[in-house]
């Protein structure tokens, strides 16, 4: 999956798949994945979940607002641009917020894809390193579904069909709502999720020909951004735009140990809830390994709480800096 993710990366520039329907069809596989963690979880640990995501987002939004200070002191970036290119809401979410507050809107994609990859890549390590190598059981039934039959990779028509009917909600979603957060991730996860709580023998089984092209494709838009020119330009600001990931990642991690020591997740569960951002490659390794439905819930309210604040930040920004 990260391989995938940086493979895809490296060819962004010369491939078309950067374009907007390749990363729609990718967001809505990867949701579709994490309908089955959701819909194996009992609804009042999800529902329990709910205060503790909003305080950890709340948590990882003021950290953001200290490295985009940072950002801003340092390396001579505006206001608007540090705080746009530092907060944890989705780099499309950004680029839109971006262009609403007047912001340097190559580098707050620089800046959100460039957190988007070192957050990917820690993901296997972490994994590795609190939860060992996965089990014989787990080995044997990935292997199973990797290397299986043409079926395990064509997929059946009824899979197929949940992904078009998924991007046709998505597409709805966003022609209605405009200001919607991630419309090709979130309703599919919450129409899935409804779905398979109702008819639990709807939880869709997504073809590995579709899981694999969804991560090529979103590796590319998250590639699209590293290339040597934009490294070159803002060679200035990196060290202080890594420092600030730092600082999210910390502080993060810091919020994952105490979910962990408390008894609410296992430590695996943990990280990938406080992940920021990442959502994709983080419902893709829940999916693979058998997470929580919490890790999905937690990025759900995290990508809606920004987005629902995201709209005062250029109102903000004007009165301090009026």
């Not at 020909?209 to 200035?236: C, D, H, K, P, Y």
Request: net charge neutral; charged share 10%.
């Amino acid at each position: 999956m990260v391989l995938s993710l940086v493979a895809g990366g490296r060819a962004a520039p010369d491939v078309g798949w950067t374009r907007p329907w390749p990363n729609r069809f990718g967001q809505t596989v990867i949701a579709l994945l994490a309908v089955g963690p959701v819909a194996q979880s009992q609804a009042g640990e999800l529902l329990a979940g709910l205060p503790l995501a909003l305080l950890i987002t709340v948590a990882s939004m003021l950290v953001a607002f200290g490295a985009s200070t940072l950002l801003h002191r340092r390396a001579g970036v505006d206001r608007a641009t540090s705080v746009v290119a530092t907060l944890p809401g989705g780099a499309s979410l950004m680029l839109a917020l971006a262009r609403e507050a007047g912001a340097d809107e190559k580098f707050v994609v620089f800046a959100q894809y460039l957190r988007l990859l070192i957050v990917s890549l820690s993901l296997p390590l972490v994994v590795l390193l609190l939860d060992g190598p996965a089990s014989e059981e787990t080995t044997a039934a990935s292997g199973a579904a990797h290397t299986g039959t043409w079926e395990h990779w064509a997929g059946g028509w009824s899979s197929w069909a949940m992904i078009l009917a998924a991007m046709g909600l998505g597409a709805v979603v966003a022609k209605l709502i405009p200001r919607f957060p991630a419309p090709f991730l979130i309703p599919a996860i919450l129409a899935g999720a409804a779905a398979a709580l109702i008819w639990p023998d709807v939880v869709p089984d997504m073809p590995q020909a579709a899981i694999a092209a969804a991560f090529i494709v979103l590796g590319t838009a998250a590639g699209s951004g590293m290339n040597g020119e934009n490294i070159a330009e803002f060679r200035r600001s990196l060290p202080y735009i890594l420092v600030g990931v730092g600082m999210l990642m910390a502080a993060m991690a810091a919020c994952a140990w105490a979910m962990w020591g408390l008894g609410i997740a296992g430590g695996v569960d943990a990280y990938l809830a406080t992940a920021p951002g990442a959502s994709e490659p983080v419902f893709g390794f829940v999916a693979e390994r058998g997470g929580a439905g919490l890790v999905v819930v937690m990025h759900v309210v995290r990508i809606i709480t920004v987005a629902v604040a995201a709209p005062s930040v250029p109102r903000i920004l004007r009165r301090f800096t009026a």
